[in-house]
């Protein structure tokens, strides 16, 4: 069987593995990404329709790295958030004083991926292998070396970005924390007649948080947004199966005061809804990344924003031992990354989860103690800074 070497291997070339190719491509490192697909820019049954909330935080990050003139192409800003609980008399309107910067941008994935694609073609030190599926991992002195259907490549560090599923963390055994929410989330993106005024709505219903996020107009005399409605999975996955003109009135009903008539429909996914940590990031010569390292409740859309800190922390882990003169797949380099991301992850991690059943419940208390805590925040402006400040990352 053929095999390859290279510094860095890094399996999953979902955003986690692209983007962390694309930031570690100045270190001049030989890299090679491997996904078992084809690196999910094709609008076929693995396409992921969905659209992501990128932070404040991330966007800067991005700025850095010199990516983000070519994905602003695509973004449409978030310039105010309101969220509402149950009825309009209970809600809370934030946004950004700070006019040069907004308090998000909505981007498509496949627009996020196929930027990031594009980069990575012209860089001579990153080899990109499609339709790769990692079968099992081998350590001897030196390396770390990955078995896969086709090929086996021999490498001094593994970053393992292959998802919430992580074929490398069920190879190493890695222990998890997690939790299953039994509910899935439905995501419609669709064309409509009300400007959205780059707003993005959160509204919380008995039954799951719906959120309504505003899209790059695409149409002129249309307005795009995408809806990521949480439910219980037996809604979900009746909600996908009905007929188009029914669901979009079903969702009429939900959303027209904010968004006006549903024109179109244009795409209808749905993904189960759980969450994990890791109870470690790292092992010998290998360290885990977003997804396959911890996932959330998209409730904040902050999901994959962490796993850009988790790059950006990588870069720095990696940077650090290159300073001492270690290899890329260090000790050192390895449990450095981990005590940078696992804190604030594990923090993140325990916030979102409890935000969720928090908006859950529906007894007579958990309602007048939200009522309280929503007129709290609305009439105080440094607890609204401070939540504000928190959701862009900065
Ligand atoms: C409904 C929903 C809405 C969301 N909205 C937001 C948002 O607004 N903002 C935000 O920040 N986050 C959001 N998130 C979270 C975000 O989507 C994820 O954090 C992000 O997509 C994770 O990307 P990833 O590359 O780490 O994992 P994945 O996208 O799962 O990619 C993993 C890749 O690894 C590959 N792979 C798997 N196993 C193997 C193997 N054995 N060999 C080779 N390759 C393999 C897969 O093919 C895949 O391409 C949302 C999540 C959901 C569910």
């Known amino acids: ?92 309107n934030f946004y950004n004083k700070n006019t040069s910067q907004y308090l998000g941008f909505i981007i498509k994935n496949i627009d996020l991926k196929n930027v990031i694609v594009h980069s990575l073609k012209t860089k001579k030190n990153i080899q990109l292998i499609n339709n790769v599926n990692l079968k099992s991992l081998a350590h001897s002195d030196d390396f770390i070396h990955a078995f896969c259907n086709k090929l086996t490549i021999k490498s001094k560090l593994i970053i393992a970005a292959d998802g919430k599923h992580s074929t490398v963390r069920h190879l190493l055994k890695t222990p998890i924390y997690h939790k299953n929410y039994n509910h899935s989330a439905l995501v419609v993106n669709f064309h409509h007649t009300k400007n959205h005024n780059a707003t993005a709505h959160e509204l919380f219903f008995n039954s799951g948080p719906l959120a309504i996020l505003p899209m790059k107009k695409i149409r002129t005399h249309l ?12 809604s979900v996955s009746q909600l996908k199966k009905i007929k188009p003109n029914l669901l979009r009135s079903i969702l009429e009903e939900k959303v027209c005061k904010y968004t006006g008539i549903i024109k179109k429909i244009v795409d209808v996914q749905d993904f189960d809804l759980s969450a994990h940590i890791n109870t470690k990031f790292y092992d010998k010569r290998l360290i885990y990344l ?105």
């Open 1 to 92: 069987m053929k095999e390859l070497h290279s510094d860095i291997l890094i399996i999953g070339g979902g955003l986690t593995g692209l983007m962390t190719a694309y930031a570690l491509s100045p270190l001049k490192k030989n890299i090679i990404i491997i996904d078992k697909f084809d690196f999910g820019i094709t609008k076929d049954a693995n396409a992921d329709l969905r659209t992501t909330a990128i932070a404040e935080g991330s966007k800067i990050f991005f700025e850095k790295i010199n990516i983000w003139p070519q994905f602003s192409k695509y973004a449409e800003p978030i310039k105010y958030i309101k969220v509402v609980d149950r009825t309009e008399n209970r809600k809370i």
């Open 223 to 234: 307005f795009s947004s995408s809806i990521i409605w949480s439910h219980d999975k037996s």
């Open 290 to 394: 977003a997804d396959a390292a911890h996932s959330i409740h998209p409730i904040a859309g902050q999901g994959w924003n962490l796993g850009i800190r988790d790059i950006q922390n990588c870069l720095k882990a990696i940077q650090d031992g290159i300073d001492l003169g270690l290899d890329t797949g260090d000790p050192y380099v390895c449990k450095n990354y981990h005590d940078l991301s696992f804190a604030d992850t594990y923090i993140l991690y325990q916030i979102t989860d409890k935000f969720n059943s928090i908006f859950l419940k529906d007894s007579f208390v958990s309602n007048r103690l939200r009522q309280l805590g929503f007129r709290i925040i609305e009439n105080n402006k440094k607890i609204k800074n401070y939540i504000t400040n928190f959701a862009m990352g900065i």
